[in-house]
């Protein structure tokens, strides 16, 4: 079963930035179908930012043209670059894995904190 494992939050002020990381293990990285969702307090879990196998990605509109999801398949490690960060991206974000794209068998880590405020 692979692990996840968050790092890189922390408490920014608006306009800032972060760079999340999610690194893997125990599982075969370049046949996961690899994501980022994220909770604010007293909401739903909603995706934020999704990489296929074969690099595409798909975003919510809400944090499209600031936040960016890459992978290094070579670190079995997925990252989210977030840029011009609001009040309204702080939340507890969550890395997400699903084999070959299959939500039954996804697993998940167990969350940053991402707070963003003077």
């Known amino acids: 079963q692979v692990q996840l494992v968050e790092s890189g939050g922390g408490l920014v002020q608006p306009g800032g930035s972060l760079r999340l990381s999610c690194a893997t293990s125990?599982?075969?990285?370049?046949?996961?179908?690899m994501a980022w969702y994220r909770q604010a307090p007293g909401k739903q879990r909603e995706l934020v930012a999704r990489i296929t196998i074969d690099g595409s990605t798909n975003y919510s509109d809400s944090v499209k043209g600031r936040f960016t999801i890459s992978r290094d398949n070579a670190k079995n490690t997925m990252f989210l670059q977030m840029d011009s960060l609001k009040p309204e991206d702080t939340a507890v974000y969550y890395c997400y894995a699903a084999p070959g794209g299959l939500s039954d068998l996804a697993r998940w880590g167990r969350g940053t904190q991402v707070t963003v405020s003077t």
């Open positions: 125990g599982g075969n990285f370049k046949l996961y179908t």
